[in-house]
């Protein structure tokens, strides 16, 4: 063996493990979900309000049902394929908004506690003491009857669903960020809270505050379905996965198709971001490994 050879030092190249086969399919169905979210007005082969009569409580194929109509259709003869993935668009759309919006009233309100401290800090806390002890079921259905329903009004009380959780880890984040030594540098050089919290502070917590929106956002979903199934979600003539499970109630003994498609969606759906979001803490969060 000749001496460059020698000195030529072995490169062992790591290969890049895998995600556990759960996690993949977590991964999978979160991907197949956006993806139908995302082309719902190309892949629907109906409109969810076109009506066909002559077709109505036709059975899904395989059940003695007809081609044009894959998994059947509903008491109005309305394609439950259509609605289906309308539904998952409408619903996903609100799951999204209702996290987004709780992760940035809960962050703001915890930085704002950290910065200032002293009353504004316990005027935060004790808020969100207050809306942790309140059902926020209860609450979803007092506003919901007072003022009405409407899709932003919804979307924006969904938003209200766990934001104290977010509160308290921004706060402490926060704080502990503050106690260290590339925050009170930055604050040494002038700069201004804006920038402290928005460009130093915030991506060092990101990962804490994005594991707890993928294990907020499947709670979001699941009340989502529980209010429509009730009638105080997404109204008619829109769809979601809650609404079909509501109106397809009335049909389980007669055509139970209408209720268990979209039920078996909330379920996977809800068990595939769980999942994920337990994947990802225990890779984003270093004390756990």
Known sequence: MSDAALATPTRRHATPRLPPPLVMFAIGWVVLMLGIALLADVIAPYSYTALDL?????????????????????????????????????SLLIAFGATIIGAAL??????LAAHFRGIVEQAVMALVDFSASIPFLILALAVLAFFGN???????????????????IARGLAISAGSQGYAAAVRQLG???????????????????????????????????????????????????GSMVG?????????????????AVIVFTTFSVSV??????????PTLR
């Open 54 to 90: 002559r077709n109505r409580l036709s059975p899904p194929i395989g059940f003695g049902g007809v081609w044009i109509h894959g998994l059947g259709t509903d008491e109005l003869g309305r394609d439950v394929l259509s609605r289906l993935i309308y539904s998952i668009r409408m």
């Open 106 to 111: 809960g962050t703001s309100l915890g930085f």
């Open 150 to 168: 409407s899709l932003t009004l919804f979307i924006c009380l969904l938003g209200l669903h766990a934001w104290e959780r977010y509160a308290r």
């Open 191 to 241: 700069a201004t809270p804006w920038r402290i919290y928005g460009r130093h502070v915030l991506p060092n917590i990101a990962s804490t505050l994005i594991v707890s929106m993928t294990l907020a956002f499947p709670e979001i979903i699941l009340l989502e379905s529980g209010l429509s199934f009730l009638g105080l979600g997404v109204q008619p003539p829109e769809t979601s996965l």
């Open 247 to 263: 109106y397809g109630r009335e049909y389980l003994t007669r055509a139970p198709w209408i209720l268990l498609s979209p039920a």
């Open 276 to 285: 994920l979001g337990d994947w990802l803490r225990d890779r984003l969060d």
